[in-house]
């Protein structure tokens, strides 16, 4: 019952989050904004819109937006929302999480390639390289965090951390949380990586893969990237913020873990709203050394660990 | 035609093989020895346990889909070259044979004839189509690499039994302990190295990306899915069993060595458009994934903790067979692609999956498992690995600690890079539109090359969805192997690794995953289905003419790739262009090259051949072909050797 709460939140809410930090960075750049709900309403635009099809194309190009979007939503069962009891689903540990985001990538990279234009050749390239560049990263902040809390499990590792009270005075706990933050916005698509906005084919990253999608399969390309940065966001809060997440099935217990979930979110919200707002993207190559710079955090934070125990 | 059943022979063979394994996995073992067959080393010894039994296993199932596969690749074969198709039976069967002896060998000199048996017969097979010149170099560096790797095997074990007194591996493990631990590392590094040299680990790849696209390719799938993995199968016993518990360094050499080979064999493998050299590349990336295993498993070893190195080496073990099924899979899927098209080169392909679909959904399904995306089988044993390294923290010194960490940053970018190089792979062979007029025409292969790709494909399906089916076995190898069973926990739906540390349900993964996937078809299906679907041009500027020209190459799909990681390739580009006489404004042609170095090809390799070549031609100044002299030399050895046998 709390897992199908919990799921609905996601899968209904992540479209939300992304309206919240457009309106964000809208005001943050003087400008009025569009509506909250404007993401709702352009997914049931794109829901009743024809769909054109690439005559080049086969069938992974029509298969993949349904691959995408499940695999997101098996990864919205698996991550504990509101509460670790019942909350989530144990069909693996956040290695699978990982890889479930690498199957959505690897699907929708080869969807680029295959209407045979240049643009999605070249997002898929470097959509490829941009995730492959992350997944050290991902792993070693993984590690990080699972030397503090003895497990990979996300609800008994959310547990063991919200018992340790000085968590955020340890260093190796903040060097994981930004490195895991700069990775966020690699594998979401943000700036200063990707520009979710362009409007510059030669500049896109992932929006040049998905150049080729319309109607109801862009619908469900854009819901499950929306789904994908409110599933990242939600980690980030729950497990390096590990407080105020349920930790019963109780109705009050679930409810403050909702209050806490949607202040948490606000907060990285409004930290990547200004963010977007005040660095321009970075040059394609020199991504990586932004990557590699948050690899570095990542293997402070182990190495602290192993020297300060 | 008479020619053709002698194909035959290899499917009983392989069979049998599988029917030993089977047995030898269900408990059966024996002990033989033949004093009588080859009396000088001890006669012939032959032994059957878990492990040999498990990589029993991995020869049938690598070896029966390409038995069945060799029959399509004849069937088109010129009437003149009849004879080599029974040429290909014969060596293939001496090839299976002497596999399968050579994991039951139990004494030296056993080990040895069959050693060298397997890579005789590998060297023939390499040598089917020996009237390319580049086939015959292969064949050669092929010959002088496993040669090499022997050399070093025979002397690593001289040492061993001249220090124990003993031809017989199980009387080396009993007296490991007592041994001088100088001459045991002597002996690690030499037979290690021979080993690593037919696993193809880095620095001792460099026959694999020749030899793989020389042979024919149901002959590269069984070399690389298989005999590959008795280098792994040699390391595994002397690291375990032959030469006893080492010192903590082995099991870091390995580590490291496996950490390097995974990330270059991969990096290699991305920008290379030959598909079946970028398959023998990602064989040096799986190997170093093996190697990973097997690394942690040493130093878990040697720190006493013995149930996480029965989970590391259970771990290396399912990705050496999960490795066998998609690596066939793949060089299988590569061979039906030559045969239809007549090309290796992926710069040439395109659109296959609408001429060629069952094959396209096949090779995707390999393609997938390589890059281990969840529910196939790669992604059990890669997450499988992880966890034994993650559990790594358990080791209490701090060194070592920092050495996994790296081992685990390697682990990920390899997975990264793999699911890129695949995409690559799959997507510009596979998809968009024909390159070239022979891509063009080609068509779907005969139903033999399709049913034994399919049984590869169930195979990663199975293995992935319950792996429970290869972990219980594995259990009992590595409890005959340390003594102690890996802390795993398997039920038929899941796998919990290190008591509470880690948990995955694959096969509900898979369940779920199609339930979800299902659900939203569905949902399009019952509320959509009077919505429009329009078939048009792929949207291009506003161009009028969309053709081929315009898609993303191979190259350029790799041009990121290479340029993060220019200090790997050492990349060489030259630009010429032409202009026209009239006016140098106006262009005619423009000539580009981009070609990428091997580091330890340059760095190692050429100046030890040159070095080679300069002491050879020193030596040869003896041999002056003058009869007088030669009669000198026999006479001053003679007085030499009377001297020293006095």
């Known amino acids: ?309 | 035609m008479a020619n053709r059943i002698s194909l035959w022979l290899t499917v009983p063979l392989a069979v049998l093989v599988l029917v030993g394994g089977a047995a030898g996995l269900s408990g059966w073992s024996f002990d033989v020895v033949l004093p009588h067959v080859l009396p000088i080393g001890g006669g012939v010894a032959l032994g059957l346990d878990r492990l040999s039994a498990f990589f029993l296993v991995i020869i049938a199932a690598g070896v029966l889909p390409c038995a069945v596969f060799a029959f399509a690749y004849t069937r088109h074969q010129k009437p003149e070259r009849d004879g080599m198709t029974a040429a290909l039976a014969a060596g293939m069967s001496l090839f299976i044979v002497s596999m399968a002896c050579l994991v039951l060998a139990r004494n030296v000199l056993t080990f040895l004839v069959f050693w060298e048996a397997m890579s005789l017969a590998s060297y023939f097979l390499i040598m089917t189509e020996n009237d390319r010149s580049e086939t015959r170099r292969a064949g050669w560096l092929y010959a002088v690499m496993t040669h090499a790797g022997l050399a070093c095997i025979l002397l690593g074990f001289l040492t061993m039994a001249q220090s124990s007194g003993s031809l017989s591996m199980t009387a080396w493990a009993q007296a490991a302990a007592a041994i001088d631990p100088s001459k045991r590392n002597v002996a690690f590094v030499l037979v290690a190295a021979g080993f690593l040299s037919k696993a193809g680990a880095i620095p001792f790849h460099i026959w694999l990306p020749r030899a793989h696209p020389a042979a024919p390719s149901h002959i590269s799938a069984v070399m690389s899915a298989v005999m590959i993995k008795l280098g792994v199968y040699g390391l595994v016993r002397i690291g375990f069993e032959w030469l006893g518990v080492g010192p903590r360094w082995w099991g870091v050499l390995i580590l490291l060595i496996g950490a390097v080979s995974a990330v270059a064999g991969v990096l290699y493998a991305i920008i290379d458009s030959d598909l079946k050299r970028l398959l023998a590349y990602s064989t040096v990336e799986n190997v170093g994934v093996i190697l990973l295993g097997i690394g942690a498993g040493l130093i878990f070893h040697s720190y006493d903790l013995d149930s996480l190195a029965a989970l590391s080496v259970a771990a290396a073990l399912l990705h050496c067979l999960n490795h066998t099924i998609f690596k066939a899979l793949l060089f299988l899927g590569a061979g039906a692609i030559v045969h239809a098209t007549g090309t290796r080169n992926i710069e040439e392909m395109g659109g296959l999956l609408r001429r060629m679909p069952q094959t396209g959904a096949l090779f995707l399904i390999g393609s997938l498992a390589i890059s281990a995306m969840p529910p196939l089988n790669g992604f059990v044993s890669e997450w499988l690995t992880f966890q034994a390294l993650l559990l790594s923290f358990r080791v209490p010194e701090q060194f070592v600690n920092l050495v996994f960490a790296i081992a685990i940053a390697a682990l990920a970018l390899t997975a990264g890079l793999a699911a890129a190089c695949f995409v690559r792979a799959f997507g510009i062979t596979f998809l968009a539109m024909p390159r070239s007029e022979c891509v063009k025409q080609a068509h779907e292969v005969p139903w033999t090359m399709r049913l034994s790709m399919g049984v590869l494909a169930v195979l990663a399906a199975v293995l992935g969805i319950a792996p429970v089916v290869a972990l219980r076995p594995l259990g009992y190898v590595t409890a005959q192997l340390l003594g102690e069973q890996p802390d795993l926990a398997f039920s038929l739906s899941g796998v919990v690794a290190g008591g509470s540390f880690a948990a995955i349900a694959p096969g509900w993964v898979g369940l779920t995953l199609a339930v979800v996937i299902f659900a939203v078809w569905l949902g399009f299906r019952l509320t959509g289905g009077s919505l429009r679907k329009r078939y048009y041009d792929t949207w291009g500027c506003g161009r009028a003419v969309h053709s081929p020209n315009l898609e993303y190459t191979a190259a350029a799909f790799a041009n990121p790739f290479k340029r993060v990681f220019a200090f790997l390739y050492r990349p060489v580009t030259a630009i010429e262009i032409w202009p026209h006489g009239e006016s140098r404004l106006f262009v005619k042609t423009i000539k580009y090259r981009h070609e990428s170095r091997s580091i330890i090809e340059e760095g190692i390799y050429a100046p030890l051949a040159a070095a080679i070549r300069r002491t050879s031609a020193r030596i040869r100044a003896v041999q002056s072909g003058n009869v007088h002299s030669y009669l000198l030399y026999m006479f001053l050895v003679l007085v030499v050797l009377l001297l020293v046998a006095k």
């Open chain 1, 1 to 309: 019952m709390i897992l199908l709460v919990q799921w609905l939140l996601v899968v209904a809410g992540a479209p939300l989050l992304v309206g919240f930090i457009r309106k964000t960075k809208a005001r943050l750049q003087g400008r009025c904004g569009a509506n909250l709900w404007q993401p709702y309403r352009d997914l049931r635009k794109l829901f009743i819109k024809e769909v054109v099809i690439s005559e080049t194309t086969s069938w992974i190009f029509r298969f993949t937006p349904y691959v995408v979007i499940g695999a997101m939503l098996v990864a919205a069962l698996i991550v504990p929302v509101l509460t670790t009891a019942g909350g989530a689903l144990s069909l693996g540990n956040i290695v699978l999480l990982m890889y479930l985001f690498l199957l959505a990538t690897f699907f929708l990279a080869l969807a680029g390639l295959d209407a045979g234009s240049s643009f999605g050749g070249m997002g898929s390239s470097r959509e490829m390289a941009v995730a492959a560049l992350a997944e050290p990263t991902v792993m070693i902040a993984i590690f990080a965090i699972s030397l503090r809390a003895g497990t990979t499990g996300l609800s008994d590792m959310i547990n063991v951390l919200a018992g340790d009270r000085l968590l955020l005075l340890n260093p190796g706990h903040l060097l994981a949380f930004f490195s895991l933050f700069i990775v966020t916005l690699a594998e979401t698509g943000r700036l200063p990586v990707d520009n979710p906005s362009t409007h510059l084919e030669l500049t896109m990253i992932h929006e040049a893969m998905i150049l080729e999608y319309s109607g109801r399969y862009l619908a469900l390309i854009e819901w499950a990237s929306a789904i994908k940065l409110f599933l990242f966001f939600t980690l980030l809060g729950n497990i390096f913020i590990p407080w105020g997440i349920g930790r019963t099935e109780q109705p009050a217990a679930v409810l403050l873990g909702l209050v806490a979930l949607v202040v948490k979110l606000a907060a990285l919200g409004v930290s990547l709203a200004v963010l977007e707002t005040s660095v321009a993207k970075l040059r394609l190559f020199r991504v990586p050394a932004l990557l590699t710079g948050s690899f570095m955090l990542a293997l402070l934070a182990v190495i602290s660990f192993f020297f300060l125990r």
